[in-house]
C-alpha cells in the first residue's frame, strides 16, 4: 500500500542548532515533493519544492534533499530559532497524476527550545 | 492580497444536524481544494475543483456530503447530516491552474456532539 511517513515523535533542538525532519515514502512515483509549514490553529504554508531531476534546494536557513532511490527527502533548517516551532509537512504529487493533487505526510512537531 | 477566507472559524452542532462551510479563494486562482484534517494528520483531499467543475471528488463520501463552486469563484461544502466522526478542521485551498503551490485559509473547526 502507498504510505507517507514522517516521525512521528516530536523533535526538540537547542536554538542555534540543525533540525532535520524525514519524510519516507512507498509505492509512490513522486514528480515531485513539497514541504509544508502548519502553526496551531492555521493553514499549511508552502515553503518549498524540490522535482523528482533535483538532489538538493536551498532556501535561506532552509534546505530539501530528495532521494528517489532511498524513497526519502530530508528537510534541514539550520540555525534554528524558537520562532520555527511548528509543524512540518512534507507533501507528494504523483508521476502521471494531476500536477497540482499532493498527499501529505502525518507531520513532524518541531520544538526550538530557546 | 488577500488569502483565502474561511468562514466559520470555529462550528459546534450535534449530530443528525446539516452544516456548511464556505470558502473565498485568492482572486484569480482557478483550483479550488477542499481537504479534511484529523488531529494529528495530514490534510486529505475530498475535492478538486477546475473553476467551476469538480475534477476530483474521489474521496468525498457522497452519502453525507457535498459540495458546489458556482460561477467558478466561491465554494461550499455541506455535510448532512453530520456525523460524532465527522470533527475534524476543514481547510479550503486555491491555487492557479497547473501550479504546484497550494494557499490555504485557516481552515473551520468543526466538533460534532
Known amino acids: 500500500s502507498q504510505k507517507i511517513e514522517q516521525n512521528s515523535e516530536a523533535l526538540n533542538i537547542q536554538e542555534g542548532k540543525t533540525a532535520t525532519l524525514t519524510c519516507n515514502y512507498t509505492?509512490?512515483?513522486?514528480?515531485?515533493l513539497q514541504w509544508y509549514r502548519q502553526d496551531p490553529g492555521r493553514g499549511p504554508v508552502f515553503l518549498l519544492l524540490?522535482?523528482?531531476?533535483?538532489k538538493e534546494k536551498r532556501k535561506e536557513r532552509l534546505k530539501v534533499t530528495f532521494d528517489t532511490t532511498l524513497k526519502q527527502s530530508l528537510f534541514h533548517i539550520t540555525a534554528s530559532q524558537p520562532a520555527d516551532s511548528a509543524t512540518y509537512l512534507c507533501a507528494l504529487a504523483s508521476r502521471g497524476g494531476a500536477t497540482n493533487k499532493l498527499i501529505f505526510g502525518t507531520g513532524t512537531l518541531l520544538a526550538v527550545q530557546p | 492580497e488577500a488569502g483565502v477566507v474561511q468562514s466559520p472559524r470555529y462550528k459546534i452542532i450535534e449530530k443528525k444536524q446539516p452544516v456548511a462551510f464556505w470558502c473565498n479563494p485568492i482572486?484569480?486562482?482557478?483550483?479550488l481544494y477542499w481537504y479534511l484534517q484529523n488531529l494529528g494528520q495530514g490534510p486529505e483531499l475530498l475535492i478538486r475543483?477546475?473553476?467551476?467543475?469538480?475534477?476530483?471528488d474521489s474521496q468525498l463520501p457522497k452519502d453525507r456530503f457535498s459540495a458546489e463552486r458556482l460561477k467558478g469563484v466561491d465554494s461550499t461544502l455541506k455535510i448532512q447530516p453530520a456525523e460524532l466522526g465527522d470533527s475534524a478542521v476543514y481547510l479550503c485551498a486555491s491555487s492557479l491552474v497547473g501550479s504546484w503551490e497550494q494557499f490555504f485559509g485557516p481552515g473551520t473547526r468543526l466538533t460534532v456532539l
Open positions: 524540490i522535482r523528482e531531476n533535483e
Open positions: 482572486s484569480g486562482h482557478n483550483t
Open positions: 509505492n509512490y512515483s513522486p514528480a515531485y
Open positions: 475543483y477546475e473553476n467551476e467543475e469538480a475534477v476530483d
